[in-house]
């Protein structure tokens, strides 16, 4: 009896077993879960989590699979983005949901719900008519998507929730019941008044060829070779998958698609001349295309013809190698490096030299810019006479006129000998008298009223006129580049007043002297006697020889 007594254990350590027992039950019997075991949670972002609450179920075909664990609404500042994402053109409807604060719902899944996929979606469902008691109805995804692990979280792309009647009835404002009685009687004045049902007899009638065109489109949808269409489906499959990844960049794709559209819809009448276009587009581009084929076998023949010299290009490198060693060698310190080193206290003093050649550069440009705008369109142009009755028309332009001038008076200047030139220019005279008239204005150096001069012919008229003498103005702050150019269009100015000058008057002829009558009388006193008879001086010096004491 004493040895059961001391194997008998101590009351306080039941009672410690039992409050274990009781509390592990009351764990059980609350969360329904081992605590130790290891669930598996995944979460989606919804735009409103409406009326879903904790431990409501998570469903795959009307099969609990689950239930919602936490709901976690998002931060103000996040709602402002979800609301700036949102396109501007939706309706009301659009802009309610966004209204709506956005929340991220974690949901456990037991083992029946898995394998879950990349591309799963999820939606709140309301489990009565009158919007109560809601759930997510879960769809696994497609057997093709990557398998998610624990703790995934899904985009709002792969979420929704269930339209409520407000939304319905918001969506029906008066505009838009207007909008749609006119829809509804325009469609009835279309069956009824317009002959509807004949229009719809005729379409079916005349759409056989559309049908054919159909099949022939639909056919090329197959492909050329087997397999083409499912590889479409497949390449379409991972593009979508693509742009799912990224949310913010599917929503500036959709946003720049539509501003795509809007200006094809702005160009509709361009757009529709272009369609019309396409075929004879299409129809001139055969033959490009039949060239293309055709250069394809000469490619491929290019390309295995060139794998050869492809083979051997290591060995070519391996014969380039001496080059590139004698190359680096000319680099070294003792060639290039070297005498760059030596060069290197001449670039700053280049640099200053260019650096002060700006200046004078911008003067060589102002010059030729002169050259170009003024000066050589000046020598090109042609005097032109305004007068019609001018007899002597233009030969040349002003550079070829001036060379014109230049070399008939070039023998002048160069004919001569010791005693001078052989061409001596003296002035002259003539019958014609000329009024030379005032300048206008009473210019220093020109003519005034009462001068005259002589010349043998008369004077047709002038050209230049004086009053086309005037020089182009002339701005020394101006540059000559953008300045006028010498106009050189002249007028015929009208002849001076002419006359005809008399003729001299006849004077009497003298009488011979008798030459008896000087050969008593002095040499000196026969020639004053004859140059006071009016005799010229050299007549009276052959006279003065027949005086007395002369040798003649």
Known sequence: MRREQGRRLPSWLIGLVLVIVLAIASLFAFTKQVPWGDAYEVSAVFESAQNVRTSSPVRIAGVDVGEVTKIEHLESSETGEVAAQADEGIASERDALVAEQPAVVTMELTEDAL?????????????????????????????????VEDGHAFPVSQTSYSVQLDQVLGT???DVRADLQTLLDQLGNAFIRHGGAAGFRELYRTSAPSYKFTSQVNEAYLGTERGDLGGLIKGLDRVVRGLGRNELTLQDLVTNFRIFAGSL??????????????????????????????????????????LPGTRSAPETLRAATPFIEQVRALVSERELRGLVADLRPTIPRLAKLAQTNIKFLEQTRQLSSCFNEVVIPW?????????????????GRVFEETAYGITGIASESRSGDANG?????????????????????????????????????????????????????????????TQEPPNLEAGLGVAPEQGTVPPPPVLPELPIPDVGVFADLP?????KAALNLGLPPQTARELSKIGKGSDG
């Open 421 to 481: 030139q052989y061409i001596r220019v003296q002035a002259g005279g003539g019958t014609n008298t000329i009024k030379v008239p005032a300048a206008p204005g009473g210019a220093e150096g020109f003519a005034t009223d009462g001068s005259v001069g002589l010349s043998q012919l008369d004077i047709l008229g002038a050209m230049p006129r004086i009053e086309d003498s005037a020089k182009t103005p002339f701005e020394p702050d101006v540059p000559c580049e």
């Open 265 to 306: 819809a702005a160009e509709d009448a361009a757009l529709g001349r272009a369609i019309e276009e396409l075929p004879n587009t299409l129809e001139a581009a055969r033959p490009a295309f039949a060239n293309l084929n055709d250069s394809f076998p000469a490619l491929r023949a290019f390309a295995r013809e060139a």
């Open 523 to 527: 040499p000196s006193d026969i020639r």
């Open 172 to 174: 029906l404002q008066a």
């Open 115 to 147: 394998p879950l996929r990349s591309d799963a979606q999820f939606k709140l469902r309301p489990r009565l008519f009158l919007e109560g008691n809601y759930f997510v109805d879960l769809q696994p995804g497609s057997p093709n998507a990557e398998e």
């Open 379 to 395: 020598s090109h142009d042609t005097v032109e006479p305004r007068a019609a009755s001018y007899p002597h028309d233009p030969v």
